[in-house]
């Protein structure tokens, strides 16, 4: 089994730096990155086209939370340590429940980059943005820091959130290999390989779901405008 070599992962690197600065839609550059991807590291690509083939015969994400349905609640550490619970952001208006991969993960970065560069749209809806990982408070601060993101980080420790929403999904052996060079046991403080699907569920004030983005290859998110027009949407039903 091919390992990133590091030429490789440095040329991985400017291809983020490249994707993060073109003019475009979320959807282009997350497709211009994985395109480089499949290129320069064609064996994790290929691990991952696989691993999406068995998640996806087994149904990974159908049954997460669908527009019309409760929201179950939560009770999270942000990156400081402070709780955040579900209820006290809803009883400020609509939120965006954003659910990433890790500090470590390009698409992620580039995700939260364009939720970021939309956030004066999203305050004047009277609406707020959430991510959360599956990371400790060292890395979800990291992810805050580097992002600049304006809006509290959580952590979801052994996925225990993700997994109530159907969202917590096995690795496998062969992408562990492939991505050996990432320390995902010290990132999350434990040796599991889980991780959540990437989703974004638009909530309104009384906990229902009204808009989500559920899909199990993480190299796609939910347009920006589509967030947009949800919580949008959302505010009106307020």
Not at 12 to 31: H, I, K, N, P, V
Not at 104 to 114: D, G, H, K, M, Q
Not at 199 to 221: E, H, I, L, M, N
């Amino acid at each position: 089994m091919t390992s990133l070599s590091p030429a490789n992962a440095k040329r991985l690197r400017l291809a983020f730096e490249q994707c993060r600065e073109m003019e475009g839609t979320l959807a282009e550059q997350l497709t211009a990155y994985a395109a480089a991807g499949r290129e320069i590291f064609p064996a994790y690509s290929e691990a991952v086209d696989r691993l999406l083939a068995r998640i996806c015969e087994n149904g990974g994400g159908e049954n997460a939370p669908r527009p019309g349905e409760i929201l179950p609640t939560f009770m999270l550490p942000d990156e400081n340590g402070r709780l955040v619970s579900l209820t006290s952001l809803l009883a400020q208006g609509p939120v965006a429940v954003m659910f990433f991969r890790g500090h470590w993960c390009p698409y992620c970065r580039l995700n939260v980059r364009a939720v970021i560069a939309a956030q004066d749209r999203i305050k004047a809806f009277g609406a707020q943005t959430i991510a959360i990982m599956p990371e400790t408070q060292e890395f979800t601060g990291k992810f805050k820091t580097d992002s600049g993101a304006p809006f509290p980080v959580l952590t979801d420790l052994d996925n225990g959130y993700a997994l109530s929403l159907n969202l917590a999904i096995w690795l496998g052996g062969e992408i562990q290999q492939l991505l050996s060079y990432q320390d995902l046991a010290n990132f999350h403080g434990n040796d599991g390989w889980v991780l959540p699907i990437p989703a974004t569920f638009v909530v309104g004030q009384d906990g229902v779901v009204k808009a989500r983005f559920v899909d199990p290859d993480f190299r796609r998110r939910m347009e920006i405008e589509d967030l947009l027009a949800a919580l949008q949407s959302a505010a009106r039903k307020t």
